[in-house]
């Protein structure tokens, strides 16, 4: 059984940092492509960011130079690590996992996560 957990959400003010986990079980987490995805309250979910299998990564615009993502194989974990934070990175974020590449739309992700809520004020 496919489980994704995140963990690490919380409510930090403008300018601070926040490192989201998630533990992945169930599948061989390295073959998988892995990503953060977000959406805020009234808003379509969107794109933080992926990692594919051998390590290539991409951003979003609106996070590029402020968020790392980054997956540890060993440990079926994947990671955010978000800085800079301003109030319109408020969200839930998920963890997701698509097999072998990586969908151009956070839509075609094979699973997902419950989410972890991240609030940031000014």
């Known amino acids: 059984q496919v489980q994704l957990v995140e963990s690490g959400g919380g409510s930090v003010q403008s300018g601070g940092s926040l490192r989201l986990s998630c533990a992945a079980s169930?599948?061989?987490?390295?073959?998988?492509?892995m990503g953060w995805f977000r959406q805020a309250p009234g808003k379509e979910r969107e794109g933080v960011a992926t990692?594919?299998?051998?390590?290539?990564?991409n951003y979003a615009d609106s996070v590029k130079g402020r968020f790392t993502i980054s997956r540890d194989n060993a440990k079926n974990t994947l990671y955010l690590q978000m800085n800079s934070l301003k109030p319109e990175d408020t969200a839930m974020y998920y963890c997701?996992?698509?097999?072998?590449?990586?969908?151009?739309?956070?839509?075609?992700?094979?699973?997902w996560g419950k989410g972890t809520l991240v609030t940031i004020s000014s």
């Open positions: 169930g599948y061989t987490y390295s073959n998988y492509c």
């Open positions: 997701a996992a698509n097999y072998n590449y990586c969908p151009g739309s956070w839509r075609y992700m094979d699973y």
């Open positions: 990692i594919e299998r051998l390590g290539k990564t």
